[in-house]
């Protein structure tokens, strides 16, 4: 079973900008489909950026051109870069496989960012 590590997340003020990553264990990380998700409060869970294990990568509407995912495979590592922060991005940010949820690793803690007004 994979274990993912998220790191990186804070309190920032609108507009700024933090980096979050992810650490996977597992030897077979490079061949899966990676994602960023966010949980606010009472909010389900949903993707905000996916990257293939070529590198291809998508994002939600409400990040496009903010947030950057990006991947290495020789560290095993994801990382997200977000920038122009607004305070609707507060959320706990949690990485997975790119996948439908029942093919979902176990979910790490995840990592709180809050954006403050």
């Known amino acids: 079973q994979v274990q993912l590590v998220e790191s990186g997340g804070g309190l920032v003020q609108f507009g700024g900008s933090l980096r979050l990553s992810c650490a996977a264990s597992g030897s077979r990380f490079s061949f899966y489909a990676m994602g960023w998700y966010r949980q606010a409060p009472g909010k389900q869970r949903e993707l905000v950026a996916g990257?293939?294990?070529?590198?291809?990568?998508q994002y939600a509407d409400s990040v496009k051109d903010r947030f950057t995912i990006s991947r290495d495979n020789t560290k095993n590592m994801v990382y997200l870069q977000m920038n122009s922060l607004k305070p609707e991005d507060t959320a706990v940010y949690y990485c997975?496989?790119?996948?439908?949820?029942?093919?979902?690793?176990?979910w790490g803690q995840g990592t709180q960012v809050t954006v403050s007004s």
């Open positions: 997975n496989r790119d996948a439908p949820s029942g093919l979902a690793w176990r």
């Open positions: 990257i293939t294990s070529g590198g291809s990568t």
